[in-house]
Nanobody
């Protein structure tokens, strides 16, 4: 069982940066792989980034590769998403998710726990 709460969303101009944070409850945070997903109006929720339990392995969607960086601090029970060179098409609700089974997959069904999301809006 883990409770996830996202923060750091907001309004930003194209080309700007934001850093999202996801805080987790409990003492088992380091046993979960973590991921970020996003959902824009009228679209299905899609994969953004995934990070392994120890933070060594990361995986990104092609659309954000080179612009976004996922990281984690297990001592703080927190996972981050640094977003640079933001584009209007990055506008979405961003969700933090935890994978307790360590499947290594990026599909939404691989993740067991979800936060409530934080809105990111990028203006042109």
């Amino acid at each position: 069982q883990v409770q996830l709460v996202e923060s750091g969303g907001g309004l930003v101009q194209a080309g700007g940066s934001l850093r999202l944070s996801c805080g987790a409850s409990g003492r088992t945070f380091s046993s979960y792989a973590m991921g970020w997903f996003r959902q824009a109006p009228g679209k299905e929720r899609g994969f953004v980034a995934r990070i392994s339990r120890n933070g060594i392995r990361t995986y990104y969607a092609d659309s954000v590769k080179g612009r976004f960086t996922i990281s984690r601090d297990n001592a703080k029970n927190t996972v981050y998403l640094q977003m640079n060179s933001l584009k209007p098409e990055d506008t979405a609700v961003y969700y933090c998710a935890a994978d307790q089974s360590q499947t290594g997959l990026t599909r939404e069904s691989a993740f067991d726990y979800w936060g409530q999301g934080t809105q990111v809006t990028v203006s042109s």
